[in-house]
């Protein structure tokens, strides 16, 4: 067993809070226009949303996760907790209601440009946290190495969090968009995963690297903020709790160019470079000591990529994995990057996730 892998009985307990969904796919020659009437080239319906995806993909790696989240009891409902176990997830925390609908979500997959679009109907009625009393948070908690939050649900979430805070369990949090209560959530978190859009908006930055100093500074309990960046991989930001007077100084923006200069672009599978710990200055913002880090995505073929859907949510899936098996940071930025890849060679969110045996992961998981 590698310094990567997890051992047995440790860390293996995953909660996750947020949403799940019924995915219902389509894929189409090219999106249509307004008014035009075109064909699928192929369908498919698949269980959804991104707490239920990111945990799917951690159980398929080894993980014992366990799901925070509300169906209704209706056809949607019981596909997605049937689809939940049978890979893996412990359903018995979702609340399931007798009235109202579960979320759905049409997805329109563009095979021509490689993108999809997406149209989500939130279930009814949303999860409140009367829904979650004391003793089966106190259950779900149990054992746990790690809490997983995707920013929804985001009552019930925050009790949740608060929950793990006094109990020590560290936080992962994914943030895509800003949401009704994300700014109380993130405060909590330990760890951030980022969509590409997300950083700069939530920080008011001018640049990427400015608004990973800015969140750092801002979320004094976080230790690293990842934001995902399609094709072009991803950048991280990692605190370092030494904080020495002889850190070098460097502007965050020319260090992220100088990285970029280095990556190796002679391989088409996923690699990971980083500073040495600097004081990164932002200007307009402030300085933080910490390490800054450019990863690669894999050079897919085009012939080889089908869909990206829930290729955020697999990243997240693999990182919560990394963490509890300590990967180093290196290795977790590859190890994130080559689950995700995994996961775009088919159709729908879950599909491609990997298993622990794939042969494409056995480098880190021997």
């Not at 996750?16 to 319906?45: M, N, Q, W």
């Not at 949607?76 to 049978?86: F, S, Y």
Request: net charge negative.
């Amino acid at each position: 067993m590698s310094s990567d892998s997890i051992p047995e009985n440790e860390n293996l307990i995953l909660l996750g809070c947020g949403s799940v969904s019924i995915d219902l796919l389509a894929t189409v020659a090219a999106y249509p226009k307004p008014d035009e009437k075109i064909r699928s080239t192929s369908f498919k319906v698949e269980g959804g949303g991104n707490a239920a995806n990111a945990l799917t993909c951690a159980a398929r790696l080894g993980l014992k996760p366990r799901l925070i989240s509300k169906v209704a009891d209706d056809t949607h409902g019981r596909a997605i907790i049937d689809e939940l176990q049978a890979d893996g997830v412990d359903t018995s925390f979702i609340v399931v209601s007798e009235e109202g609908t579960s979320p759905f979500t049409y997805i329109i997959v563009d095979s021509q440009t490689k993108s999809r679009t997406c149209i989500h109907t939130p279930g009814f009625p949303k999860l409140m946290p009367a829904e979650l009393p004391e003793s089966t948070l106190f259950s779900a908690l149990s054992g746990a190495g790690i809490v997983f939050l995707d920013g929804r649900l985001n009552e019930t979430a925050l009790v949740v969090a608060h929950e793990a805070v006094r109990k020590n369990i560290p936080i992962l949090m994914d943030a895509e968009r800003l949401r009704e209560g994300l700014d109380d959530l993130i405060q909590l978190a330990d760890y951030l995963t980022c969509a590409t859009r997300f950083p700069q908006v939530w920080a008011g930055a001018t640049t990427i690297p400015k608004a990973l100093v800015s969140m750092v500074l801002r979320l004094p309990k976080v230790k690293f903020v990842i934001v995902t960046l399609g094709k072009d991989g991803c950048i991280m930001l990692e605190r370092s709790v030494d904080e020495g007077a002889s850190r070098e100084e460097a502007d965050v923006d020319r260090l992220l160019e100088s990285l970029e200069m280095k990556r190796n672009r002679s391989t088409y599978m996923p690699t990971c470079i980083s500073s040495s710990v600097t004081k990164l200055q932002a200007e307009g913002i402030g300085t933080v000591c910490g390490r800054l880090y450019v990863g690669t995505a894999e050079n897919i073929p085009p012939s080889e990529l089908i869909d990206t859907t829930g290729a955020g949510d697999a990243f997240a899936g693999a990182v919560l994995y990394a963490l509890c098996a300590n990967f180093s940071r290196e290795n977790m930025l590859c190890f994130a990057a080559t689950v995700a890849a995994a996961k775009c060679r088919a159709l729908g969110a879950r599909s491609g996730l990997p298993h622990h045996t794939d042969p494409r992961l056995e480098s880190f998981m021997q």
